[in-house]
C-alpha cells in the first residue's frame, strides 16, 4: 500500500534558502541545490519550494533555481509562491518542477486552477490553502497573501471547489498552528480529507516528530509538511521516519 | 544513443536530467528521421491519454512507433507513456492507445467493492512486487518504493505482461513488457535509487541491444 510522505518545505528569496538554516557541514547553507540533496538523503519523499522573492529578479532567479534542482533531485518536488498565470506555470514546470502549488491566484481567479489542470495535468497542479479559525462562522476561513488578507470562502466549500476544477491535491497550512509547534490541526486536516477525494497535506504546527505521528493516525492526511523542525535540526525526516515505523505508520 | 520522444507533453527535462546523471547519452526530438537513428526510445507523457494519442497522430510519431516496436526495437514508455502501449483508454469516452499490450486504462474507481472512498490520484511511493524478478530491467534491484502519480489503471487479462505490480486498493501493473516494448507507471526517474537502477538497466540493454525474448 501507499505510504504516508514527509515532505520539507524550503523558503526561498533571491535564489537563496533563508530562515536560518543550522546544518553542520554544508558548505553553502543557503543553496537551494545542496540542501534539497540532504534532504533527499535524509529520505524525504518529496520537497516543496516556496518563492518569497519579492523582486521580478528574483522570480526569474527561481526558474534557474528549479533548473538546477531537477538536475540533481531524484525526488518529486513542487514550486509555489508568485506563479499567477498559465505562463509562470509553463516556465516552472518546463524547468523541471513536478507540481506547481497556487494560493492567490487561485483565490482572485479559480479558473487559473481548471486551466492548469487542463493544460498540464491535475496531477501537476496544487492548491495551497491557508485557513483559519473563525468564531463567527464557526468554521474556518480562507486567507490569502500569506495569511494577511481574508476572504469569504469557509475551507471546506473552498477545497471542494478547487478539486471541482482540477486541483490534484491540497497543501493545507493551519494559521492557528502554524510556528505554534504543537502539533497540527487535527479537526481542520480531517475536515479537509472528508470534504474532498485527492490527497491533503497537512502543514503548520510540527514542533516533534510525535505530531507526525498523530496527524497520521487521527486523520486520513496523506503527507505531512514542516520546515523549521527540520531546519533547526530539532529532529529529521530520518527520526520522524524512524517514530511512524515504530507506531505502525506506512512509510518509505 | 536514446531518443526522448518529444511529442508536447511531459517533463522531458527530468527524464534527460535522470539520463545525464546515468551517462547515458540521449537527445530530445520530435523528428522521426532524428529519433529513427536512436539504438532505443523514451515515451514519456503526463496529463491526459486523449490528447496525448492526438498529438502523436498530428505529428506522424504513431507510425513511426508502430513500425519501431515491430522491429523489435527497445522503446520505454513511462507513466501516460506507458499507459499509451496499451489499447486504450476510457478516458474521454474511449481513446484507442497503440495497442502493442493487452489492456486498457480506467479510472480508479475511488470506492471499494465495500463501499469505502479512496483517494484518486493515487500519488506518492508505493512498494513494487516483483512478478518477473529475472528480467532485465530489474537486475540488481531489490522491491522497493517508487513514485507515482496517476488517476487511471491499466485493467489487463494478461498476467504475462506484468514485470512488476504494486497494490492500491487492487492491483496496479508497475513494470510491464513484452518483448523490447516496456513501461513503468512510476516515475523512475523521481523514483531515487531503485528508479534510477531501472533506467541504468534500460540503458544497458540499449547500449547492448540485448534481446529480452529469450
Not at chain 2, 490520484?121 to 534491484?141: A, E, R, S
Not at chain 2, 498476467?159 to 512510476?186: H, M, N, W
Request: contains cysteine.
Amino acid at each position: 500500500m501507499i505510504t504516508k510522505r514527509i515532505i520539507p518545505c524550503l523558503d526561498v528569496k533571491e535564489g537563496r534558502v533563508v530562515k536560518g538554516i543550522q546544518f553542520v557541514g554544508l558548505r553553502d547553507a543557503g543553496d537551494p541545490v545542496e540542501l534539497s540533496s540532504f534532504y533527499d538523503e535524509q529520505g524525504a519523499d518529496e520537497l516543496v519550494f516556496l518563492d518569497i522573492s519579492a523582486s521580478h529578479e528574483g522570480r526569474k532567479t527561481m526558474v534557474d533555481v528549479v533548473r538546477e534542482v531537477a538536475g540533481t533531485l531524484a525526488i518529486p518536488f513542487t514550486v509555489g509562491g508568485g506563479i499567477n498565470t498559465l505562463d509562470d506555470m509553463r516556465t516552472i514546470l518546463r524547468a523541471g518542477a513536478d507540481k506547481v502549488s497556487l494560493n492567490t491566484a487561485a483565490v482572485k481567479r479559480p479558473e487559473l486552477i481548471s486551466e492548469g489542470a487542463d493544460y498540464f495535468g491535475s496531477q501537476c497542479i496544487v492548491t495551497a490553502i491557508d485557513a483559519k479559525f473563525d468564531e463567527a462562522l464557526a468554521s474556518w476561513r480562507i486567507y490569502t497573501h500569506g495569511g494577511r488578507t481574508s476572504t469569504d470562502w469557509e475551507v471546506t466549500d473552498w477545497a471542494k471547489e478547487v478539486v471541482q476544477r482540477g486541483a490534484g491535491e491540497i497543501l493545507l497550512t493551519s494559521m492557528d498552528q502554524d510556528g505554534a509547534k504543537n502539533g497540527f490541526d487535527l479537526s481542520l486536516t480531517e475536515a479537509v480529507n472528508q470534504a474532498v477525494s485527492v490527497p491533503v497535506i497537512a502543514s503548520g504546527g510540527a514542533g516533534a516528530k510525535e505530531h507526525f505521528t498523530d496527524v497520521f493516525e487521527k486523520t486520513n492526511a496523506d503527507a505531512a509538511l514542516a520546515a523549521s523542525i527540520f531546519h533547526y535540526k530539532e529532529t529529521s525526516v530520518e527520526e520522524v521516519k524512524k517514530h511512524l515505523r515504530e507506531k505502525g505508520v506506512r512509510v518509505r | 544513443m536514446i531518443g526522448i520522444i518529444d511529442y508536447g507533453m511531459g517533463n522531458l527535462h527530468s527524464v534527460s536530467k535522470a539520463l545525464e546523471r546515468l551517462n547515458l547519452p540521449y537527445f530530445l526530438s520530435e523528428n522521426t528521421d532524428e529519433l529513427n537513428k536512436a539504438d532505443g526510445l523514451i515515451l514519456p507523457g503526463v496529463g491526459s491519454f486523449h490528447d496525448a494519442m492526438g498529438l502523436l497522430k498530428e505529428k506522424e510519431q504513431e507510425t513511426f512507433i508502430k513500425t519501431w516496436a515491430a522491429d523489435g526495437r527497445p522503446l520505454l514508455g513511462i507513466c501516460l507513456g506507458m499507459q499509451l502501449l496499451f489499447e486504450g483508454s476510457e478516458e474521454n469516452g474511449e481513446t484507442e492507445g497503440l495497442g502493442f499490450l493487452p489492456g486498457y486504462a480506467k479510472l480508479f474507481p475511488g470506492k471499494t467493492k465495500e463501499g469505502t472512498a479512496y483517494k484518486v490520484p493515487h500519488m506518492g511511493w508505493n512498494k513494487l512486487t516483483f512478478q518477473q524478478p529475472q528480467h532485465i530491467l530489474l537486475q540488481d534491484t531489490e522491491e522497493g518504493h517508487v513514485y507515482f502519480v496517476h488517476s487511471y489503471v491499466i485493467d489487463t487479462e494478461d498476467k504475462d505482461v506484468l514485470i512488476a505490480t504494486s497494490d492500491y486498493y487492487g492491483e496496479v501493473p508497475a513494470v510491464v513488457g513484452r518483448g523490447r516494448v516496456l513501461g513503468t507507471q512510476f516515475h523512475p526517474e523521481k523514483s531515487s535509487t531503485l528508479g534510477m537502477k531501472l533506467l541504468e538497466n534500460f540503458g544497458r540493454m540499449v547500449s547492448e541491444g540485448r534481446n529480452t525474448d529469450e
